[in-house]
């Protein structure tokens, strides 16, 4: 039994996972496929053979309407059993979090979600995920017969190989009604702006008084050339911004050249988002602030302060 | 209503130290408390059963530590608490944790709800959620900041259903779950209640047990390190080298970092 299973109801996750495991593939000699669920399923396989799969394995039922994992578990269970799949590449969306786990305890399998980086070493998958809430990368390795990763969905490009054919393969699937319905769907309110792309990101945090105070922190962001992200406090507590402006373990991990802190303390959860930032400024009123300890530079200072005079003197050096 | 709420000690991970030379995380000795997201669970938990009457029991699989951790969850509200300790659930994997709470779980017998964080703040795997769902066979759904219990009739005593909002990266599901269902919470559902100090003291009077592997049928084939199917290779810090040069002054401060921000050659012209 062997072979590598991707999955990702999204199709650009599937698509970076494709990238991906064709190298694994290659490296572990096993065959690569795609699990595609839905009614219209079969009509979208073309694209997932010209990046790299050479079966695709579609399934519909009516049961499959909303997502619901425990009906998606074992649909996708199902799959990885006619696959003869021992590995599972799961895009690590919210939806796929919540799917890995629970294909993996249908095998009685392992699993490793928020995957960061996989490589082969000595014919073994090894798996980094972040641990102790950020502190740390750990490298993992799956012993189980089944492994099931659910993988960061923008940590691979997708890479359309030349032109190449597939087989698909239905799969006729049992399952049961869900237990779950949807009522409906409330969209939010986008951020106007991508955080990923930032070159220069200042971020906010609880050292803000006023939703108003946001300006000072806009104009500042202006003056660089740069954009606004934000703690969690002020995304989802607050609702100053958009919650796809907050950066870390549970949002945006940018990497920007330069990166701003102001009234930000600097905690795990937070920092882990910028750690790949080539600069780090930190404005904090306290000189103890954790943020301090991973900064490049720091002011120690009120951002009442500090920020309006980092904007005068940014306008005159800079002309902005 | 009866719920359980499942709810994981770690350690302060604001505390924790890198050893410089060779990158390794210092834990030994540190606090161990509840994360936000299960005080999250815990809080909502107490809220409905203020409402609509029922049990809260809290539940916990750890160290001996837990013994002090739990009485937090009793003091803030639970009627009470079932922790689990034994040498043999010690480095335990998600599957191992998940077979420890599930088998407690089916021993409690009547439940309604169990609530959980929806990842824990020192792994944030979100593992254990979907993976009890699935030893339980029952719905799940994560990502939940709003609970709603829904009445099938008039009478309110015996409520099957509740709505939740869930969240995804675009968009707000709410969705309708028959009880039983697992339900993993993020912080943004309640802000948790703090426990009044006489509430501490109190909190030993209630009931708490302590079981070990033998009360609820588990053996060492099945969890801990021996039934473990993921292994740690290493588990270091980043390679962080920054300068850290910090200005108290900021006058000389807003002067200096741009100075050396323009040297950086990150200030785009
Ligand atoms: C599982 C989990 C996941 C999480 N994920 C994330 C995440 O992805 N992103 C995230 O951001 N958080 C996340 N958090 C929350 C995180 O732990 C912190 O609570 C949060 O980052 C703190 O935000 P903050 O720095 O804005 O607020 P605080 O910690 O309150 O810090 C405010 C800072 O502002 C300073 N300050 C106050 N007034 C001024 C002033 N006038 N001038 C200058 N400085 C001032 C203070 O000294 C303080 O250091 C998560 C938490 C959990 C449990
Ligand atoms: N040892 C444990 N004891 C009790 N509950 C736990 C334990 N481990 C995890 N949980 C619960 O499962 C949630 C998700 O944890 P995790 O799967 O580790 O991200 C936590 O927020 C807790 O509610």
Redesign the pocket.
Known sequence: MSGILIYSELEEAALGLLTKGRELATKLGKPLSVALLGNEAADQADIYFAHGATQAYVGDDPNLTHFQARIYAAALAQMVTQAQADIVLIGSTRRGRELAPRLAQKFSAGCVTDAIGLSVQDQRLVIERRALGGNTVSAKVITSQHQVIAVMPKLYDAEPEAASAGEVIPVSLELEPPATKLIERRSKEAGVVNLEEAEVLVCV???LANKDDLSLIQTLADSLGGMVGC????SHEYHWLAEDQ??????KEPSPHLYLAI???G?I??TV?IMDAKVIVA????TN?PIFKIADYGIVG???QVVPKLIERLQQELGR | MNIIVCMKQVIDLEQIRIKPNTREPVIEGLPLLF???EKCALEEAIRIKEVHGGKVTALAVGSPKLRDTIKEALAMGADEAIILIDPIFQDSDAMGSARVLARTIEKVGEYDLILLGD?S?DE?SGEIPPRIAELLNLPQVGFVREIEVVADNDQMSEPKKIRVARDMEDSLEVIEVDLPAVIGVT?ELNTPRLAPLSAILKASRKPMHEWRSDDIGVTAEEVGARASVVEMLSNLAPIQDRKGIIYQDVEEGVIEVIKALQQEGVLTQ
């Open positions: 945090g609880r050292g703690t969690r406090p002020i907050m950066v870390g373990l549970s949002g009234g930000i303390s905690q959860q937070h988002g404005i904090n009123n306290d602030a009120d951002l009442y | 994360g936000d997201f990842s703040a944030y912080s």
